[in-house]
């Protein structure tokens, strides 16, 4: 099975600053990685897929990129209503599975 | 407007069976894929299963931890998808997401469900 790791598993940052969490995955998933934001009592959303394609109606200040086993979800000038936790999650075979998450918090 | 109701959710004991039902709206149903996610109480996410279409004969994919006792199934006629979880364990108790992905050389999660919680508890 593809393992997902992400880092950090907290994150605590101030409105407008640039953050960047981090997917590792055990092996190569060419660009088959998606990053999905989920708020407390919530569903999750997807934000971004196959990498770098942000998802329609998702703010420009998301992006995403990365390809292989290494990739990075950039929020560019960090929003009140970004308090959220942040999976990734591969679509490269079977099983399908997820990151770990990253807890966002606004300080 | 894409909407996806779970139902069928609630408290079952340990070695029990629940089923299901995922009713959607806002689509071709019969089109598409559809996924199953549960999330534990606190926990991250774990994919549980995905049946394809018809056109993909129905052939259905399962987590590790859930084949064997669970089954996904649809009825295209009722714009519907169904989770029958038979030998429930304690470690099931979670809310159960239905989910259309997307359609293409990616299947990312498009639009989920509200969930349903499912407990395993004596």
């Known amino acids: 099975d593809i393992q997902l790791t992400q880092s950090p598993s907290l994150l605590s940052a101030s409105v407008g600053d640039r953050v960047t969490i981090t997917c590792r995955a055990s092996?190569?998933?060419?660009?088959?990685l998606a990053w999905y934001q989920q708020k407390p009592g919530k569903a999750p959303k997807l934000l971004i897929y196959?990498?770098?394609t942000l998802q329609s109606g998702v703010p420009s200040r998301f992006s995403g990129s990365g390809a292989g086993t290494e990739f990075t979800l950039t929020i560019s000038s960090l929003q009140p209503e970004d308090s959220a936790t942040y999976y990734c999650?591969?679509?490269?075979?079977?099983?399908?599975?997820f990151g770990q998450g990253t807890r966002l918090e606004i300080k | 407007e894409v909407q996806l109701v779970e139902s069928g959710g609630g408290l079952v004991q340990p070695g029990g069976s629940l089923r299901l039902s995922c009713v959607v709206s806002?689509?071709?149903?019969?089109?598409?894929?559809i996924d199953w996610v549960r999330q534990a109480p606190g926990k991250g996410l774990e994919w549980v299963g995905r049946?394809?279409?018809?056109?993909?004969?129905?052939?259905?994919e399962y987590a590790a931890s859930v084949k064997g006792r669970f089954t996904i199934s649809r009825d295209d006629s009722k714009n519907s998808s169904y989770l029958q979880m038979n030998s429930l364990r304690t470690e099931d108790t979670a809310v159960y997401y239905c989910?259309?992905?997307?359609?293409?050389?990616?299947?990312?999660?498009?639009?989920w469900g509200q969930g349903a919680l499912v407990t395993v508890s004596s």
């Open positions: 049946i394809r279409n018809k056109a993909n004969r129905y052939t259905t």
């Open positions: 196959v990498a770098s």
């Open positions: 999650q591969h679509d490269n075979g079977y099983p399908l599975t």
């Open positions: 806002g689509f071709t149903f019969s089109d598409h894929y």
């Open positions: 092996q190569g998933i060419s660009s088959y």
């Open positions: 989910i259309r992905p997307l359609v293409g050389p990616t299947r990312a999660f498009l639009n």
